[in-house]
């Protein structure tokens, strides 16, 4: 009867019950949004079914990505709403300072209380919805986008533009950031690496190289086949090259075409409406083609990284479970780590 008295006077208190109460109900909540998700799976739903709200946030090794995550987590404590974070993997290789400043701001969303989640692909928004519809998202936060709108023309739209049209029932919000300095809005992207700038030259010189040897061959083939092989040179440099430089050499070649095997020659004037459409053609071809074919490159080496990694984790899970001691899994992780990463660990 003491202990009694004494739980009922120490214990059990208005704040206490209160908190006790609160946890009971956010337990309840997280079990039922757990339940919820896995009948949307059996059922093969698709997300988002709106039974309460869920934030998700895209964040990239960009600095305004910080500050994207903040907004989330004070948008998401004003609705009481659980939220995440969602970062796609796509073929392009960071740099050492994006990855620091990537590792950060995960490491920021997990001290938030926020969750990660991390999907793989060569398009953003196709991955970005792919996982709100997973996680039953109703709400997704991008930040506002910085590229030139030529540049957003040329792609079919800028990535806010193509999210919006593809997200159906998820909501999308839009930030706007601190402005980048030097305006980086209003100039095309440079190579940036001694490797990117050694792949456009290498495009300048075969083109040069090809067109040399179509000058050669002019007169026993004409100028139509020569942009077949023209046409070829775009493919092959997507291939084995890579997108920036193929556009390049499609620009390029087009222009050299025109200019020294279309007649009249040694000008940029067309006299034939044939020859005109022709040239409309082949720079329209040249460009869909070498975009696409670099594309599939990149989608094919995406793929070929994820295959690996689902190898190192199959191997490192089986080396582990024949674990027996503490010692003998940190040295089984240790050197599938420097497998994976050609390191000493």
């Known amino acids: 009867a003491e202990r009694v008295e004494t739980a009922a006077n120490n214990f059990f208190r208005i704040g206490n019950l209160t908190a006790l109460r609160e946890m009971a109900l ?4 997280e079990r039922v949004d757990h339940q919820l998700q896995d009948y ?3 059922k093969q739903i698709a997300g988002p079914w709106k039974s309460g709200e869920r934030l998700m946030v895209a964040i990239s090794p960009s600095p ?8 989330t987590r004070r948008m998401a404590y004003n609705l009481e709403a659980p ?20 590792a950060n701001h995960l490491s920021l969303v997990r001290s938030l209380g926020g969750e ?17 519809r997973q996680r039953n998202v109703t709400q997704i936060i991008v930040g506002k986008p910085l590229s030139h709108p030529l540049q957003a023309i040329l ?20 930030v ?16 940036t690496s001694h490797s990117a700038w050694l792949q456009y030259l290498i495009a300048v010189v ?17 100028y139509q086949a020569i942009g077949l092989l023209e046409l070829l040179t775009v493919l092959l440099i997507a291939i084995y090259v890579g997108r920036g430089p193929a556009l390049l050499a499609a620009v390029l070649s087009a222009l050299s075409w025109n200019y020294l095997f279309i007649s009249p020659r040694l000008t940029f004037e067309i006299s034939k409406v044939e020859d005109s459409i022709l040239f409309v053609l082949y720079f329209a071809i040249a460009i869909f083609t070498g975009n696409l074919t670099a594309r599939l490159r990149t989608q094919e080496r995406q793929a070929r990284n994820n295959a690996d990694r689902t190898v190192a984790l199959y191997a490192l899970a089986r080396d582990i479970s024949g674990a027996i001691n503490m010692q003998d899994v940190l040295q089984t992780a240790v050197t599938h780590l420097g497998q994976v990463f050609d390191a000493q660990v």
Do not use: C
């Not at 305004?64 to 907004?71: A, K, P, V």
């Open 116 to 132: 990660v989640v991390v999907a793989s692909g060569a398009d953003i928004n196709e991955g970005l919805l792919r996982l709100a």
């Open 40 to 42: 949307m799976n059996i």
């Open 83 to 102: 939220w995440l974070a969602a970062y796609v993997e796509t073929p392009h290789e960071p740099t050492p300072e994006e990855k620091q400043r990537l």
């Open 64 to 71: 305004f990505s910080e500050q994207l995550i903040r907004w």
């Open 206 to 222: 075969i083109v040069s190289a090809i067109t040399i040897l179509d000058l050669v061959a002019l007169p026993y083939i004409g």
């Open 26 to 29: 956010r337990l309840t909540a």
């Open 155 to 174: 792609k079919g739209g800028s990535l806010v533009d193509r999210l919006i049209r593809a997200s159906g029932d998820i909501d999308i919000y839009v």
């Open 176 to 191: 706007t950031g601190d402005k980048p300095e030097g305006n980086r809005s209003t100039h095309w992207p440079t190579p």
